[in-house]
Structures are given as structure tokens and as C-alpha cells.
């Protein structure tokens, strides 16, 4: 049988086990065997539970406990049993004793969440967090003798919280949305700065090349600048400081943490809840791509009264990724901020200079209307039909310029914000009747049905009646030329709230994806079937700025194969201003005419005949007299004009609107030669050429491409896809009579055509291998027999020829181009064909002595048309050698590059030509080209340096430059088409 003493402290664990042990004697309680039987009931609650219990018994506030609270305690367990608790707990006395005093006093229980308390439980001033209860412990009697306390540790989830709260806080602050990163910077410390308990202090150093900078800090007490003098301003990372070192802010540059201790020395800084100086702080990187490189370092203080452990080197870890996170979005923020500002700027001169030149356009415009009108309407001394029919042209097509320009201007003037309103009082519904009308032969002309239904309004509008006139104008418009079959329907109504013009049609309608974009400026809907391809793109985009302008708005609504409806309503409301009183502005009704004018334009329907060649006085030796032009082009007057010119040459011309068209009419009969634009309707000029050439049946057939698309890119295009030339308006005409003719000269000369058909040639009489230049004559050389009739590859695209390079260096020479020229016997006469900008090949038989090898030489003019000729010719030549076809590729450019140096370089020319020399054997090609001209060097200006690569790149060039010419080489092996 066990004594009554110890009987009470058996299964209470460690803490039991303890109590048994100790001499109670010696304490305020005496000998347990003396304890009254309501202190026995307290010790056996207490020992029994598992949740942290404290007895306080007696005025000394003996501790009686558990294993549960032994733990919170740390190192003054054991020492606390039995002991005072005043003295256990000295540090946090004046937080425990009035709730301990209270509960003794009152006889009533309190509870507490989250009591802050100071304990030395781990050999520092630690900040911990309890939820306390106090209840009165009675004795036998009833009297309150003690305390039972029953509490739990909650530091964790209150410093996690807390420090969640911050990080939350940095993510708000820190969105980068500020002006710039030293904003978002001071933003970021700011937030920090309200959660010292966590962050004592904090300084964001960002990198400026090789120097760190500090953009932010925050820290100590309020008023007071400790932080700012203790911490350096900037870091020279070449060259750190002593005190940069001590900061451990080189290192940290350099990706890696460093723990900074010694900080009483650094920075006395008073920090934590109780104002204990600070021991420690961390230098971490910004993380970024680069680890060695970070962007830059956040210095941060550590708590006095938190233990430096795993979590809270993990919430430093997630403070400093907010850091960089935010300070990663401000640099993007602020950088596109500095892009937007540059276009907004690049926008306003654009537009300035928009505005300017549409000024300046306005003076020319002038003096060429005005005299063409007075032409026009001259009595005296009319014009004859053929010159009134070129003047009334030229008339309507400055008509358009002028209305293009008026268009630029008042788009630039919105989008400057200078536009203004001349709101007058006017009969609205009368006025979008007239204005209508104005449409309605075109409109019937188109086969269509006009509805006009503008009733008389309640009251008067107050708008400016040639803003009025442009939104009607250009929704009408917009009307015609998308829609093919029905109906085209303007009315007006109005409501308490708001005037509402509407413009309905039957058309091809809008699908839905492009709804949104319908009003941007310059936005086309890809592919839509229309009228013409003529346009500015900133129709229906003017119609909203207008509205707007007239303080009101446009909507749409549309269905596909259905059609498309407009709806321009002004609100009663907001669209009343008061009428001006200075005289109306000049033009009301040109831009209506004008636009019909155009529309006309689009509705002139060819005739569907063929144009007969006019009359050509003059010796009749033309052997291209009766060759067959399909002219394909959207505009009525570009068709009229290419007509008009083209049968003065004695060609016959047959005129179509779109591509399809085109290909209809070639099928049907085929042309000698295809003049297309490339803007045009249902099917445009490159795709055109692209079917052309992939039906073997006009694969060879000529086709010259015409556009207003100038640059290289467009060019390029062109001729990639298998245009023979590209010419860009505005063209000359003589310039483009020549350039037909060469096309049909050479597609003649590869079909095999009559001899009065070639170009000029080569004599054969110089011996192969040579590498002098000779004269006229048939070309020379050993060319397999299938090259005599129709080549096979006639019809591959030509590659496009790149006329803005220089002469590559002269190294060592190949062909001389001081061997005279010397006709051999029965050499052939040269054709006046030669004259015209092309030299093409004829049959060619291969000599008894060249073993089968090939040599081939061509003579060209030298003009631009040359190298266009070269290509076709070459490529006939290689093409019938199973030559692999990048080696192709590449020579025709490489040499195109030298034929158009040799045209554009070489200055006052012996002889007004060009020689391009052909060699093929041992496995190698070697093409030769020589002008009859002294070289200069290109000016940077003409060239953008990109010739000269394109020969090296694509072959072994060589070239020699004499007083009598320049012979170019090139070379390239036929097993290495890379």
C-alpha cells in the first residue's frame, strides 16, 4: 500500500514524478500529507490533463502544474515547481499579476486571447502569445485561495499572420503601377515600415551597372534619420567600401545571403516590442534569371525577440520575392509607360506631319483643278474628244487626291484634338434625304434599290452640317461597295432621348469576330468580298470620331450573307450646343459628289471586248503588232488609261475588274502578256500570279505586276511568286511599253518563237573557254540538245532581282576584260530587238570540241530590264542540267546582283551593254559578267550594304576592274547547294 503522500501525484507523468520527489516541507504548502482535501481535487485536475494547467495556491502563488505546461515554460522547468510564480514569471509579471490579483479578488474567471508576454524561457527576451484563463481555486471553507490557469501557446499563428498581413501588404503597394521604380520602391519600404515587430528596419539597394543604389528605406524611430546615416548611399561593387563589406552588401550582390551580425556596432537601433537592440540583419538578392547578377539587394533588420529559425528565414525568402516581384513590375510598368510616351509622341508628329502635308498638298491640288475645270468648261476653244476624255481623268482623279486629303485632314485634326463643331440649326431629315439622294444613280446603277425614309423631326438639330455630310457620306459608301444584290435602306426617327440615322443593307455582312475592330483606324476585314480594294481604311473610323465629335456615338450590328446596319445617334440631351454664329465653312456637298464619283468608278464594268490596236503610222516592221494584253486592275480610269496607251502600240487589250476575271479571260483566250495590279477584289494580283504559275498551261505566261506597294519587300513578293517584272506607280509610259515588250520578246525567245523575236546574241566563233567577251552573234557553247525546243522549267519563278549592292573587292582575276572583241565569220547579225531592253537566248548546239561542257553568252542593254532577262535565260540553261535547285536560286541571285551593279555602276560606257558568260563543267558553274563602263564606288546612301553579302554568300565571286570595263565572276560548285 502506497503512502497517502505520494498517492496524489501517481499518473502525472514527468511532472507527477517531480512532485512526488519534492520536499513540500520546505515550500509555503507544507507536507502534502497536510494539504486540505480541495488542494488535492486542484492537483489531480491539474496532473490529469493533458492541456497546460498551472496551480496557484496560497498568498505566495506556489506552482503546482502538468507535462503540458512544463513544456511552454522551457528552461525554468523544474526549477518552477513549487516556487513563487512572481519570481518564475518576473519578466512578464506586470502583464500576469492584475489578471492573477483579479481572478483572486473578484472570484471571477477571465479569458484572454493572444496575450502578448515577455518569457526568458530560451536564453533571449523572447515575444510569445497565449490564450489565458484565470479561474478561482477555493478551499474547503469557500474561500478563494488560488488560481487555476489554463492556457495555449498561440506565438505561431500570431506571428504568422502578422507577418501574411505584410506580405499582402507589399503586394498591394507594390502592383507597379506607380510613376516609377523609386516610387513603387518607397511603397514597398512603407508597407514594410508598418510592421516593425517583423522588419525592424529595411533599405532596397537596386543595381546601376556596377554600382548599387539605394532607392528606399525605412526604420527607427519617427523623426530620427539613424537608418539613412548608418547605411551607405551607394556601393561601387569594383570598389566597396569597408563599411559595404560590413553590410555584406558585396556579396550579396553576387546572389549569395549573408547574415549581418554585430549590428549594435553598425546601427544602435532599439527595435521589437520592448525596444531591445537590434543583433541582427540579412543582406538578400532580389531573385532573378541571373543568380550572380540579381537586380539588386534587400537589407532587412531581424526581431531581437524572434528566434532567427527555418520560418522566419522563410518569410524572408517570400518578403524578398515580393520585392522583386514589384520592383520587376514598376521596371516593366515604367518601361512601357517610356514606350507609350515615345509613341504617343511618334503619334503626335505623325499626325503634325500628316497635317502639314495635307496642307501643302491643298496648293498643287489647287492649281491643277482649277485649271483642268477651266479646260474643261472653256467654250471658246473646246477640247477635242480624245484630249478632253485624258483631261476629265486627270480631273476626277484630283477630285479624289483633294477628298483623300480633306479625309487625312480631318482624322489628323481628331486625333489632335483640334477638330471642331459649326453647329447650326438645320432640317436634318431634309438634309440626309439630299444627301442620299445624291447616291441614288449609283446606287441603281449598281442594280440595287435605294430607300429613303427621313421624315421631318419634332424639332430642328443643332449639328454641323459637313461633319453630318462625311458620317452619311461614308456609310453610304461603305453601303455600295459591300453590298451586291437587294437593297440599300436610310432613315431617320427620333425618340424623347435621342435622333437616330440609320443605313441598312442587304450585303456580305460582318462576322463577329471583327465587330470590335470595325471602327480602328485602318482596319480591313480580311478577305471580305467587295466592290474595289480602294480605300484608306479610315472610313468607318472617321464616322465614329464624327459622331463623337457631334456628341453622339455609332453602333453596329450585322449578320453574315444577311447584311449590315449603322445606327449615328445624337441624344437630345447632350447634343443641343448652341449654334454658331460665324458664316458656314465652304464645301458642303463635295465630299458627297466626290464619293459617288468614286463609286461610279468602281461600277464601270468593262466592256467585255477586246480593244482594237489604233492606227501606228510609221514603217510597219513592229514584229509585236497584234500581241494580246489582259489589263487587270479595279480602277475604271487605270483601265481606260493602260487601254488607251496600249493600243496606240498596235497591241490588242481586253480589260477585266478583279483576278478571277482575269483567269476567266485567260482561259477562255489566251494573252501574249498579263498587266495586273495587285490590289484588287475577290481575287488580288499575287494570287493571280500564284495560280498562273501552278497550272501547267500558263506556267511560261508573261505577267507584269503593277502596284502603288513601292519598296523591296513588295517587289520581292512579286517576283518570288513568278511575276516576270514589278513596276510600281507611278510609272512612265515609255518605261512600261518597254518592259512589256521585253517580256513578250523573251517568253517568245523560250517557246521556241520566230527568229525576228530573239534579242541580240552572241557570235559563236570565239572559242570556248576564252573568257573574252565577243561579238554579236547566236550564243555559243555545248548545250544539251533538249535546251533547243521548250524547256521544261520555262514557267519556275524568276528569283527577284536585288539591285542595291556594291562590287565585291578585287582579288585575283578570272575572265579578262581587255581581250578584244572580235567577230568571227558568219556571225550573225544583231536583231534591232536588242534595243528594247532584253537579250534572249535562241537554240543553242553544242561544238564538237567542248566534250559535251557548256558555254553560253548573252548580250544585254544596259537597263534596269536586264537582270530580269538574265534570270529567265539562265535559269532556261541550268534548269535543263537538273541543276539542284537551291545552286539555282542562289546563282540567279548572286548574279542578278552583278548584272544590276554592272547597269547601275558603270559610268560613261563604251559600248551601252551588258555580257553575261555562262560555263558549266568538272562540276562547277562559272558565270561571267562584264560591262563596257569605267567603276566608281556606291555612295553609303545608295547602298544598304547588303549586295556584295548576297554574292559572297551564294558563291566564290572574283573581279577585275579595267579603263576598258569590269568583268565579275562567279563560281560555285554544283555538289554543294548550301
Known amino acids: 500500500m502506497k503512502r497517502p503522500s505520494t498517492d496524489l501525484f501517481t499518473d502525472g507523468g514527468q511532472a507527477g514524478r517531480l512532485m512526488a520527489e519534492l520536499d513540500w516541507a520546505g515550500t509555503p504548502l507544507g507536507p502534502v500529507v497536510g494539504w486540505s482535501q480541495s488542494l488535492r481535487s ?40 513549487g516556487d513563487d510564480v512572481r519570481v ?15 481572478a483572486m479578488a473578484t472570484g471571477v474567471a477571465s479569458w484572454v486571447p493572444a496575450l502578448r508576454l515577455l518569457l526568458e524561457r530560451a536564453g533571449y527576451r523572447e515575444e510569445a502569445y497565449f490564450s489565458v484563463s484565470h479561474a478561482p481555486a477555493r478551499d474547503d471553507d469557500g474561500r478563494t485561495v488560488g488560481v487555476l490557469t489554463v492556457c495555449s501557446e498561440v506565438t505561431e ?8 498581413r505584410l506580405l499582402r501588404d507589399l503586394s498591394l503597394r507594390g502592383d507597379g503601377r506607380t510613376v516609377d521604380v523609386d516610387a513603387t520602391c518607397a511603397r514597398l519600404v512603407d508597407a514594410i515600415g508598418g510592421h516593425p515587430l517583423d522588419v525592424p528596419f529595411a533599405a532596397i539597394y537596386l543595381r546601376d551597372g556596377e554600382v548599387l543604389r539605394r532607392t528606399a528605406c525605412v526604420g527607427g524611430p519617427p523623426g530620427q534619420t539613424t537608418v539613412l546615416g548608418a547605411l551607405p548611399d551607394a556601393v561601387d561593387l569594383a570598389a566597396p567600401g569597408p563599411v559595404a563589406r560590413a553590410w555584406g552588401l558585396l556579396d550579396a550582390a553576387r546572389g549569395r545571403l549573408v547574415e549581418v551580425t554585430g549590428l549594435a556596432e553598425l546601427l544602435p537601433l532599439p527595435a521589437g516590442p520592448w525596444d531591445d537592440p537590434a543583433l541582427v540583419a540579412l543582406a538578400l538578392p532580389l531573385p532573378s534569371a541571373a543568380e550572380d547578377q540579381p537586380p539588386g539587394v534587400l537589407l532587412a533588420g531581424v526581431s531581437p525577440n524572434r528566434h532567427l529559425d527555418e520560418a522566419y528565414r522563410s518569410f524572408y525568402q517570400l518578403l524578398v520575392q515580393q520585392v522583386a516581384v514589384a520592383v520587376g513590375n514598376a521596371r516593366e510598368y515604367e518601361q512601357e509607360r517610356r514606350r507609350a510616351e515615345a509613341l504617343a509622341e511618334l503619334d503626335r508628329v505623325k499626325t503634325n506631319f500628316f497635317t502639314n502635308v495635307s496642307h501643302e498638298f491643298r496648293t498643287p491640288l489647287t492649281l491643277m483643278l482649277g485649271p483642268l475645270a477651266d479646260a474643261l468648261a472653256d467654250s471658246t476653244a473646246p477640247l477635242p474628244p480624245a484630249q478632253r476624255e485624258r483631261v476629265e481623268t486627270a480631273w476626277r482623279n484630283a477630285t479624289r487626291l483633294l477628298t483623300l486629303v480633306n479625309s487625312l485632314l480631318t482624322f489628323s485634326s481628331l486625333e489632335a484634338g483640334r477638330a471642331r463643331s459649326d453647329a447650326r440649326v438645320v432640317d436634318l431629315a431634309a438634309l440626309t434625304a439630299e444627301l442620299a439622294g445624291v447616291f441614288r ?36 459608301s461603305n453601303a455600295l461597295k459591300y453590298t451586291f444584290i437587294g437593297r440599300i435602306r436610310v432613315a431617320m426617327d427620333a425618340d424623347d432621348d435621342e435622333v437616330r ?5 442587304t450585303g456580305i455582312g460582318i462576322a463577329d469576330q471583327d465587330l470590335p475592330k470595325l471602327f480602328e483606324r485602318f482596319h480591313r476585314v480580311q478577305g471580305a468580298r467587295s466592290r474595289s480594294h480602294e480605300g484608306t481604311g479610315i472610313g468607318l473610323a472617321l464616322v465614329r470620331e464624327l459622331a463623337r465629335l457631334e456628341r453622339g456615338d455609332v453602333r453596329v450590328t450585322s449578320q453574315v450573307g444577311v447584311g449590315t446596319t449603322f445606327t449615328v445617334a445624337l441624344p437630345w440631351s447632350t447634343a443641343r450646343p448652341t449654334a454658331v454664329t460665324w458664316p458656314a465653312r465652304d464645301g458642303r456637298g463635295d465630299a458627297a459628289h466626290a464619293a459617288v464619283q468614286d463609286a461610279l468608278s468602281w461600277l464601270t464594268e468593262p466592256t467585255g471586248g477586246v ?3 489604233a492606227a501606228v503610222s510609221g514603217p510597219g516592221t513592229d514584229e509585236l503588232a497584234g500581241a494580246r494584253i489582259l489589263v487587270a486592275d479595279d480602277n475604271s480610269d487605270m483601265r481606260a488609261y493602260l487601254s488607251r496607251l496600249l493600243t496606240s502600240q498596235g497591241w490588242r487589250v481586253r480589260s477585266v475588274t478583279d483576278g478571277q476575271r482575269a483567269l476567266d479571260a485567260i482561259h477562255n483566250e489566251p494573252p501574249d502578256l498579263v498587266l495586273t495590279d495587285v490590289m484588287m477584289p475577290v481575287l488580288d494580283g499575287f494570287d493571280l500570279v500564284r495560280r498562273l504559275r501552278a497550272d501547267p498551261a500558263t506556267r511560261a505566261l508573261p505577267v507584269l505586276v503593277l502596284s502603288a506597294r513601292a519598296g523591296e519587300e513588295a517587289s520581292v513578293a512579286g517576283l518570288s511568286l513568278g511575276a516576270d517584272d514589278y513596276l510600281v506607280k507611278p510609272f512612265a509610259a515609255v518605261e512600261l511599253i518597254a518592259r512589256i515588250r521585253a517580256a513578250i520578246r523573251r517568253a517568245r525567245a523560250a517557246a521556241g518563237g520566230p527568229p525576228e523575236a530573239t534579242g541580240r546574241v552572241i557570235d559563236e566563233g570565239q572559242p570556248a573557254g576564252n573568257g573574252s567577251p565577243v561579238g554579236d552573234g547566236r550564243p555559243v557553247g555545248g548545250l544539251p540538245p533538249a535546251v533547243n525546243g521548250p524547256p521544261s522549267s520555262a514557267g519556275v519563278p524568276a528569283a527577284a532581282p ?22 568571227t565569220e558568219g556571225s550573225a547579225t544583231p536583231t534591232e530587238g536588242s534595243a528594247n531592253g532584253s537579250a534572249d537566248a535562241t537554240s543553242v548546239v553544242p561544238p564538237a570540241d567542248t566534250g559535251g561542257a557548256v558555254d553560253v553568252r548573252w548580250t544585254y542593254p544596259s537597263a534596269p530590264t536586264s537582270a530580269s532577262a538574265m534570270r529567265r535565260d539562265v535559269r532556261r540553261v541550268l534548269g535543263s542540267l537538273d541543276v539542284d535547285p537551291d545552286v539555282l536560286e542562289d546563282l540567279l541571285l548572286a548574279t542578278s546582283e552583278a548584272v544590276n551593279n554592272a547597269v547601275e555602276h558603270a559610268q560613261r560606257p563604251s559600248r551601252p551593254e551588258v555580257r553575261v558568260r555562262l560555263r558549266v563543267g568538272d562540276g562547277v558553274v562559272r558565270i561571267s559578267v562584264r560591262d563596257f563602263g569605267t567603276w566608281r564606288d556606291r555612295r553609303p546612301a545608295m547602298d544598304r550594304g547588303r549586295g556584295a553579302l548576297l554574292m559572297n554568300a551564294y558563291g566564290d565571286v572574283r573581279m577585275v576592274s579595267t579603263g576598258e570595263g569590269t568583268t565579275v565572276t562567279i563560281e560555285r560548285r554544283l555538289a554543294d547547294p548550301a
Not at 88 to 102: F, M, N, R, S
Not at 157 to 164: A, C, D, I, N
Not at 813 to 822: C, F, N, Q, Y
Request: glycine share 4%.
Open 42 to 81: 486542484a492537483v489531480r485536475i491539474v496532473l490529469s490533463s493533458r492541456y497546460p494547467m498551472l496551480l496557484l495556491w496560497g498568498p505566495d502563488f506556489t506552482q503546482l502544474y502538468n507535462d503540458a505546461y512544463a513544456a511552454l515554460i522551457g528552461d525554468k522547468h523544474p526549477a518552477a515547481l
Open 88 to 102: 518564475t514569471l518576473a519578466e512578464g509579471w506586470d502583464v500576469l499579476g492584475p489578471l492573477i490579483q483579479e
Open 157 to 164: 499563428q500570431v506571428v504568422g499572420e502578422r507577418r501574411l
Open 441 to 476: 444613280a449609283a446606287v441603281e446603277r449598281a442594280g440595287l434599290t435605294l430607300d429613303v425614309d427621313c421624315p421631318p423631326l419634332p424639332r430642328p438639330v443643332t449639328v454641323d452640317p459637313v461633319n453630318w455630310e462625311r458620317i452619311v457620306t461614308n456609310l453610304l
Open 501 to 505: 440615322l440609320t443605313v441598312a443593307d
Open 611 to 613: 480593244a482594237e490596236p
Open 802 to 823: 536585288l539591285a542595291e549592292s556594291a562590287y565585291a573587292s578585287p582579288p585575283a582575276l578570272t575572265d579578262s576584260p581587255s581581250a578584244p572583241t572580235t567577230p
